[in-house]
């Protein structure tokens, strides 16, 4: 059962019912709809996407991944709703802690101490390239 409501401000205060955040696009960038719907604790399902879904949606953890391509899919899961019941709601919401700012500035520090590393060693961080040979 669907209703659309148009546009709204404040979409959350419209979906405190919902069970899932289902999304069917056959292209996204990163996907941030669904970050946004784990940050509360919200369960979802989604298509494998070239766009990285599956590095957001954990099987069993946070969500359900289906293959695109078979629509069949989704409608045995959309058929399943006890397997967004029995996801925890917190371990939902802990699932999206690596894509915090503070996670993310630890993993660019940790890049920027290996290059660091890697030049101390006298290991070269860049080869030259013959478009800047002089």
Not at 48 to 56: E, Q, T
Request: charged content about 15%; glycine content about 6%.
């Amino acid at each position: 059962q669907v209703t659309f409501h148009g546009w709204t401000t404040d979409v959350w205060t419209h979906i405190k019912r919902a069970n899932a955040l289902v999304l069917t696009s056959k292209f996204e960038g990163f996907p941030m709809a669904l970050l946004e719907a784990l940050t509360r604790g919200l369960p979802v399902l989604c298509p494998y996407l070239a766009s990285g879904a599956d590095d957001i949606v954990e099987p069993g953890r946070n969500g359900q991944l289906y293959s695109l391509d078979d629509p069949d899919a989704l409608a045995r899961l959309l058929n399943q709703p006890e397997l967004f019941a029995q996801l925890d709601q917190q371990q939902i919401v802990q699932s999206v802690a690596k894509f915090s700012y503070p996670a993310y500035i630890a993993r660019y520090n940790q890049v920027l101490a290996r290059f660091v590393q890697m030049g101390a060693s006298g290991t070269p961080l860049l080869a030259k390239s013959s478009a800047y040979s002089a």
